[in-house]
């Protein structure tokens, strides 16, 4: 049983910065490899950036030196600092774990939304 609780969204001009905050409420112990997601308007939602449980970092081309994923497992926390934004990234931005290695927690978290406009 899960609850995640993304925040830190908002309406940021291209180029400019976020930092997205995950709280994470897990029952069953553990420490899981974590991710961002997001899904734009009539698109399906992808994976952006992801972290292993030993601190690895993964991100999509799409992203890649613009953002930067990050956890504090003390305060059951992860993290994804946005940089130089584009349109483009607009979108509801939510995390899960990272689906390459374990199941998607149900049911996801309501996400944060990110607009990237003049």
């Known amino acids: 049983q899960v609850q995640l609780v993304e925040s830190g969204g908002g309406l940021v001009q291209p180029g400019g910065s976020l930092k997205l905050s995950c709280a994470a409420s897990v029952n069953r112990r553990g420490i899981y490899a974590m991710a961002w997601y997001r899904q734009a308007p009539g698109k399906e939602r992808e994976l952006v950036a992801a972290i292993s449980t030993r601190g690895l970092t993964t991100y999509a081309d799409a992203v890649k030196g613009r953002f930067t994923i990050s956890r504090d497992d003390a305060k059951n926390t992860a993290y994804l600092q946005m940089d130089s934004l584009k349109p483009e990234d607009t979108a509801v931005y939510y995390c899960?774990?990272?689906?390459?290695?374990?199941?998607?927690?149900?049911?996801w978290g309501q996400g944060t939304q990110v607009t990237v406009s003049l």
């Open positions: 899960n774990r990272d689906s390459r290695v374990g199941l998607l927690w149900t049911p």
